[in-house]
């Protein structure tokens, strides 16, 4: 089945500088690659995702790459701001979606 | 439009108690999801329901857990007998349609602690 590993499992950024978080999957079959953010206590939401047939999608300060021959994805924040705080969770898959374990983002203001 | 919603959100039980967690998904969504979440974990999928039907569920632990769609609509997930290591949030999922290659909104999750 398919493995997703993530990293770094906690990140801290200065308020207005980037954030990037990687994460890496096995399965070359795999063809859909969301980001959920999840606040303390709450459902993770869906911030972005992209499909293998695009290599790059971008939604105001949220951008997130893909390259399939490496079998590898990132999220990038840009001008983060406290409210930014939260566990982002990567996935992927083709028929069902393996989530990998988690990243710690903390804003300092 | 209406979210997901769960019930109950949080429950204690003793081991070897049983325990039910009910999910009423998207209205129109065929498909459905139940996740247990262990704390500092992601997600891990346990059953996947389209329509009224099973898709997947081969990282459901059958001997103890069970669920079921009926009419294609509400879910309920069952486990008895809990064992400690079954404390975890439990979410429900649903997607408007087929594969997961489809967003998957989540519903409030609900906590169970096992004693």
């Known amino acids: 089945g398919e493995n997703v590993e993530q990293h770094p499992s906690t990140l801290s950024v200065q308020e207005g500088d980037s954030a990037v978080i990687k994460c890496t999957y096995s399965?070359?079959?795999?063809?859909?690659f969301p980001w959920y953010k999840q606040e303390l206590g709450k459902r993770p939401q869906l911030i972005i995702d992209i499909r293998s047939n695009v290599g790059e999608k971008k939604d105001q300060r949220i951008a997130v790459t893909l390259n399939k021959t490496a079998k590898h994805f990132s999220l990038h924040i840009t001008e983060t701001q406290p409210e930014d705080s939260a566990v982002y969770f990567c996935a992927g898959g083709n028929e069902k979606l393996t989530f990998g374990t988690g990243t710690r983002l903390t804003i300092i203001p | 439009e209406a979210g997901v919603a769960q019930s109950p959100r949080y429950k204690i039980i003793e081991k070897r108690q049983s325990v039910a967690f009910w999910c009423n998904p998207i209205?129109?969504?065929?498909?459905l999801y139940w996740y247990q979440q262990i704390l500092g974990q992601g997600p891990k999928l346990l059953i996947q329901?389209?329509?009224?039907?099973?898709?997947?569920d081969s990282q459901l632990p059958k001997d103890r857990f069970s669920a079921e769609r009926l009419k294609g609509v509400d879910s309920t997930l069952k486990i008895q007998p809990a064992k400690l290591e079954d404390s975890a949030v439990y979410l429900c999922a649903s997607s408007p349609s087929g594969p997961p290659t489809d967003t998957q909104y989540f519903g409030p999750g609900t906590r169970l602690t096992v004693l």
């Open positions: 209205s129109g969504h065929a498909t």
């Open positions: 329901f389209q329509n009224n039907g099973v898709v997947d």
């Open positions: 399965d070359s079959a795999s063809n859909y």
